[in-house]
């Protein structure tokens, strides 16, 4: 297994425009997680999926923000209308179930930079 | 809430050992972990504490203790490529995800 991966790793795109990444975890992995990272800053949680399931989502994800994961495998997080603010590292990380939270295996991260 | 607290910065020389102290608050605690992450790239897990006292993984070791909401990750034996961020991190009051530190910036000096 070649570990987490994400596309695409750079997407700079205008202000107002809809953006999607794409995420693949490990495929044994039942859980799948995203968080945002900004500069200086930890890793912040948006979302996580069990299997095909979402089942928290961060309050600061507003309704622009949405995410999927279809067949429990591969999962894609959608920015519509994008703001400046959204600019920012988007890493998705996959772990299993339990105690396997606290041990997740992050992607390299799409860096999305909104002009 | 949930909040924790690491040093922004720490400096240190190659060979020598460095400690990186992080303290926690929430309202239900189940574990401590590390990741490390290097300047562009993604957070690596090292080590997690669920139980007090210390976890020795080769030149790395973290230590908890539940009492006084702290934890610790012990770097000895420092090399140049242990220049990176560290962060410290608890799970979530539902569970389903972790709560990141600030983060830690350790710089090794030859």
């Known amino acids: 297994d070649t570990g987490v991966s994400q596309n695409p790793r750079h997407k700079i795109t205008k202000r107002g425009q809809n953006v999607t990444f794409r995420c693949d975890p490990i495929?044994?992995?039942?859980?799948l997680y995203w968080y945002r990272q900004t500069l200086g800053q930890g890793p912040e949680f948006l979302t996580y999926?069990?299997?095909?399931?979402?089942?928290?989502k961060s309050r600061l994800l507003s309704d622009r923000f949405s995410a999927e994961r279809p067949k429990g495998s591969f999962s894609t997080l959608e920015i519509q209308r994008t703001e400046q603010g959204d600019s920012a590292m988007y890493l998705c990380?996959?772990?299993?179930?339990?105690?396997?939270?606290?041990?997740?295996?992050f992607g390299p991260g799409t860096r999305l930079t909104v002009t | 809430g949930q909040s924790l607290e690491q040093p922004s910065e720490v400096t240190a020389v190659e060979g020598a050992i460095v400690q990186i102290n992080c303290t926690y608050q929430?309202?239900?605690?189940?574990?401590l972990s590390w990741y490390q992450q290097h300047d562009g790239g993604a957070p690596t897990f090292l080590s997690y504490?669920?139980?007090?006292g210390l976890e020795e993984t080769g030149r790395f070791s973290s230590f908890l203790s539940r009492s006084d909401s702290y934890g610790y990750l012990l770097l000895q034996e420092l090399q140049m490529k242990d220049s990176a961020s560290y962060f410290c991190?608890?799970?979530?009051?539902?569970?389903?995800?972790?709560?990141f530190g600030q983060g830690t910036e350790l710089s090794v000096k030859p």
């Open positions: 929430t309202s239900g605690f189940y574990g």
């Open positions: 495929s044994e992995h039942n859980r």
């Open positions: 990380a996959s772990s299993l179930a339990g105690t396997g939270v606290y041990e997740q295996y």
């Open positions: 991190a608890v799970r979530g009051n539902q569970g389903g995800k972790l709560i």
């Open positions: 999926f069990q299997n095909e399931a979402q089942l928290e």
């Open positions: 504490n669920a139980l007090d």
